[in-house]
Nanobody, 124 residues
Framework: QVQLVESGGGLVQAGGSLRLSCAASARFFNTYSMGWFRQAPGKEREFVAAIGVIGGRTYYADSVKGRFTISRDNAKNTVYLQMNSLKPEDTAVYYC?????????????????WGQGTQVTVSS
């Protein structure tokens, strides 16, 4: 069983930055691919970024590429999402998720474990 706890959300002006953290209680954390997803009101949950097991290979949605950076610290059982140049359309609840596969997948249906989410609000 894996428990995930996100933190770092908040209110920021457009163009600002936030760093989200996701602490995992998993044994063998380094065997899980980790993903960040977001869900805005009235919209489906969408893929934001993911990081794999081997070599920390990263994947991004086109909408955040060049602005967001996902990283992981296996010694701390934590995955991060650095968000720069934030836009009002980035406003959503952000969730981290864990999937026990080597290469991360983009569909939320593939992930086994989820955090409770953290709200990110970007004002214009």
């Amino acid at each position: 069983q894996v428990q995930l706890v996100e933190s770092g959300g908040g209110l920021v002006q457009a163009g600002g930055s936030l760093r989200l953290s996701c602490a995992a209680s998993a044994r063998f954390f380094n065997t899980y691919s980790m993903g960040w997803f977001r869900q805005a009101p009235g919209k489906e949950r969408e893929f934001v970024a993911a990081i794999g097991v081997i070599g920390g290979r990263t994947y991004y949605a086109d909408s955040v590429k060049g602005r967001f950076t996902i990283s992981r610290d296996n010694a701390k059982n934590t995955v991060y999402l650095q968000m720069n140049s934030l836009k009002p359309e980035d406003t959503a609840v952000y969730y981290c998720a864990a999937d026990r596969v080597v290469t991360p997948r983009g569909s939320p249906d593939e992930y086994d474990y989820w955090g409770q989410g953290t709200q990110v609000t970007v004002s214009s």
